[in-house]
């Protein structure tokens, strides 16, 4: 949960933002973001950090004057200037009540206190709180029965810059009023929603957020955005020591390279939106697994190496470097991330380790020659395992295997095209400093 510095660092960077807000990208977006809700007639809408209402009186013009709206903010120019709207809107927006509190601690604001709803919608703020899960939790205390929940989250390469701020300061342990780094593809809003009790309904990607699709920076632009985030619009006086400056603007350049492929970094306009309901009983959603925990199996071409699994898949990383070419044959190779202790090996007579370099740790199979797995000493609770050696078919549970990243496009093999497929793109490996 936000606590109170975190919350202030929130006000004291949308207050400024106030009085012109409404006439950037986000009016835009609420339009488009509405349009993918079904809201009836006389139902209750609550609309957490609700900013200026842009959204909010999208939705009152659509509950009509038989349904009810609640628009909850912590930043008082926000409210302020929501407010001046619905004055001069007068009896249209009668419907509508502006609610100053913090949408992490909902419980401290009286007028909600035995409420429920009918629609929660969350737009342009998820990512500015610690705790995902916990906060969709959260909010789903006062979400009815069969009650809809909208949100987005950035896609990764959104305000590339913001990015590369974030991570600068979670390797510095300094706080910053958002929280970008979970956000990777559609699959990981899917899986935050699930987590938190909630039977999904749509994940999609919102394009051309604020109007530009994408866009590319030079590498020696890092300079620009650096002076442009941590000097002028350091609101929140995250850098304000000279000796932190000194060493953020080390780990920014170094953090930067890391995103250039040909000396170019690529900026996406988009967010995932999600669109999810509370279980008709109240109770939480669980997600399908087997019931033996068993989620699928695998193994070499000859049998020999074989093991199951009992965590549920995520996204894919393609890996790109010189040393995956070389083992397997090809212009990269597949790993599936998975937790370590979720794998078992049922038969491991023919695995072998393979040590290419100090930094990771291989293994293959000496009887059919396949690559098996890929672990990393810093990261010693996960193992990858090459998908190759997945076999689908005994797949018990809803997955389809999805691109979530390439690595080390650096090395890419001069003859393979990335495809557009959404998914994130690393000149090296965002943990590459952890290696080092």
Known sequence: MLDERQAADAIRFYDSKSWDYDATWHNDFTKRFISYLDIQPGQHV???????????????????????????????????????????????????????????????????????????????????????KAAIEHWTQLLKPRGIIAMDATHPRNLVSGMVLERVARRLELRIPYNRSWSKSEDTLKQTLESAGLEVDQVTTVENQAGYGKRFYEMEQWDDFFVENVIVKDIARTFANNEIRRKAQELYKEEWEKLAIDGKVEEVDSVFLGIARKPADGSRYVSKVVNDEVVFKGGCRCGGVQYTCTAVPTGLTLCHCRACQQVSGSAYLPFLPIPKDAIKFTHSDTRKVLRLTEFAERTFCTGCGAPLTMTYPPFRGEIAMVMGTVDLESMRCEWTPKVERHIFLNEKAPWVVVPDDGAERWGTWEYAHVLR
């Open 46 to 132: 609550l609309d957490l950090a609700c900013g200026t209402g842009l959204l909010t009186f999208r939705e009152a013009e659509a509950v009509g004057p038989e349904g009810q709206v609640v628009g909850v903010d912590v930043t008082p120019g926000m409210l302020a200037v929501a407010a001046h709207r619905q004055k001069q809107g007068g009896d249209r927006y009668s419907n509508i009540t502006f609610l100053k509190g913090d949408v992490l601690h909902l419980e401290e604001t009286e007028e909600l206190k035995g409420r429920q709803f009918d629609v929660i919608t969350v737009a342009s703020a998820l990512v500015l709180f610690p705790d995902p």
